[in-house]
Structures are given as C-alpha cells and as structure tokens.
C-alpha cells in the first residue's frame, strides 16, 4: 500500500512563488496580471490568482489550478516530481 501522500497546505503562497519564479505581477485583487513564460509575450496576458495559484494566459491559452499545475508546466515536471519540488508531497517511507 502507497503511503506517499499530496499535501496542499505545504505548497507555498502564491504571491511570492510567482515573483520568485520570475513574474512581476501588476494590478491589485485577486487576479494580476504577468508577462506569460510560456511564450514570447511582450504584453502582461497571463492572469494569475493570488490565492490559489490558478492561471491563465489570454494569448497562448495556458492554464492551470494551482502552483503545482504552473511549475509542472514551467519546468516540464510531473505532478509527482512538482509537489516534491514545493515541498508538498510526504514520502512516507523517508527517515527524517
């Protein structure tokens, strides 16, 4: 039996894993706007929410859930590997 386990409360705040990975973030609210990685964008047309990670760019249709779906995106991961990498997935049989 797998023991390994996804924990969203460990992911990191949105807010600033956007700004750290890259983004500067414009407006005020819920959703700002980015310059979207994920073409050549020279215009903010990347939506991206502050509380949950969500985003979606209005020009190459890019879209996620979360920071877990944006960093397996940004850096061709799977889901597995991206929730390790966000400190958000508990190996079970891990000694700490």
Not at 89 to 96: G, M
Request: include cysteine; glycine fraction near 12%.
């Amino acid at each position: 039996m797998r023991k390994d386990k996804f924990d969203r409360n460990n992911l990191p705040e949105p807010q600033g894993y956007f700004s750290e990975h890259g983004l500067k973030l414009a407006g005020n609210g819920l959703w700002r706007l980015a310059v979207c990685p994920f073409h050549n964008d020279t215009k903010p047309s990347l939506g991206v929410n502050v509380e949950s990670g969500a985003f979606k760019c209005h020009a190459c249709g890019a879209k996620g859930g979360d920071l877990v779906a944006f960093h397996q995106l940004k850096y061709s991961m799977g889901f597995i590997d991206a929730c390790k990498a966000l400190g958000a997935w508990k190996d079970r049989h891990a000694r700490h």
